[in-house]
């Protein structure tokens, strides 16, 4: 017993306060960098911005539940590790029109090409990882467009590697939360970075994400955190168009 709880213990997702009224669940083996964040609901509970993957399903539902409970999914984007928990939650889920038919499909994986990673190993494992990631298709009971309000941020469109990509900004503290726009990780060998071009092989149109990550950029975050991995909290909008440009 103790060491199926030092197991459940080792792999549990981490909860944290990263600004006013936004928590964030850290998760996935081996090194949860699966981000879902917590958005507090004026009128009480909480909405999920992305889902993550579906072995995060049942501790997302437990937070939620000590939050008041999770009234809505607003997914980034509707690729697997981000839509995963999503089905299991029984909730509403929200995303992009441009979005919806992969949120209710295969997640986007028709325009994935995985033989643009660079590694053999990455070719044969991500594939893998990406079908024990994905909790299936959900149904999308509405959408979400620029300008668009939720929890007190506003939408904003960042197409490029899904066709219906948001963030969530939020003036006062001018904070991004920013789905897969831009990556801190990279996903072939998990080494830790700063911000790059989501990779090739998952991107839909890699110049539009180029010209998004510029839109970003513009807003001037004092914070971004994306969908995976750690945040921008310094020169953001510097790391964001050097990124883009390269």
Known sequence: MSSLRSFDKLTAPRMEPVADGVWLMRGGLPLRTMNVYFLEEPGGGVTLFDAGIEEMTGWIAEAGERMGGIKRVVLGHGHPDHRGGAPGLGVPVLCHPAERSDAEGDGGQHY????????????????????????????????????????????????????????????????????????????????????????????????RARESMRK???????????????????????????AAAA
């Not at 939408?155 to 006062?172: D, N, T």
């Not at 914070?223 to 020169?235: E, R, V, Y």
């Open 112 to 207: 994935f090409d995985y033989s643009r990673l660079e590694w053999r190993a990455a070719r044969f494992a991500l594939p893998r990882f990406m079908a024990r990631w994905d909790g299936g298709p959900v149904r999308v009971e509405g959408t979400v467009s620029e300008g668009d309000e939720v929890c007190g941020f506003r939408v904003i469109e960042l197409p490029g590697h899904a066709p219906g990509l948001i963030a969530l900004w939020r003036e006062e503290d001018r904070l991004a939360l920013t789905s897969d726009a831009f990556y801190t990780l990279d996903p072939q060998t998990t080494r830790y970075g700063g911000p790059r071009v989501a990779h090739p092989a998952f991107t839909q149109d890699e110049a």
């Open 216 to 242: 970003l950029a513009a807003l001037e975050p004092a914070t971004a955190w994306p969908g995976h991995a750690n945040p921008l909290t310094s020169d953001v909008r510097g790391q964001l168009e050097r």
